[in-house]
């Protein structure tokens, strides 16, 4: 059983920062990749960016050169940053991942951009 706990997020201004955290309860080094996803009011999750073991890193377009998604070993996290932030990317963000086959996700987080 894998625990997955994001943290971060809140109100933020368009144009300010903000950064996640996603804590997981073992060492992250066991996962292939971790993953960020975002739900926005009325539409479909997302993903957002991912980081692999070895620290390949992916974005959706419309957070590319904003966004940037890291992993942290030693301590077990996963982190993404989040620059020039724009209203369209208010959503609850997940932290996702899967281990031996069987899929984990946060409980979620709330990011609110306002204009």
């Known amino acids: 059983q894998v625990q997955l706990v994001e943290s971060g997020g809140g109100l933020v201004q368009a144009g300010g920062s903000s950064r996640l955290s996603c804590a997981a309860s073992i060492s992250i080094d066991y996962f292939d990749a971790m993953d960020w996803y975002r739900q926005a009011p009325g539409k479909q999750r997302e993903l957002v960016a991912t980081?692999?073991?070895?620290?390949?890193?992916n974005y959706i377009d419309s957070v590319k050169g904003r966004f940037t998604i890291s992993r942290d070993s030693a301590k077990n996290t996963m982190n993404l940053q989040m620059n020039s932030l724009k209203a369209d990317d208010t959503a609850v963000f997940y932290c996702?991942?899967?281990?031996?086959?069987?899929?984990?996700w946060g409980q979620g987080t709330q990011v609110t951009v306002s204009s």
């Open positions: 996702r991942t899967t281990w031996l086959n069987v899929e984990y």
């Open positions: 980081i692999t073991r070895g620290g390949r890193t």
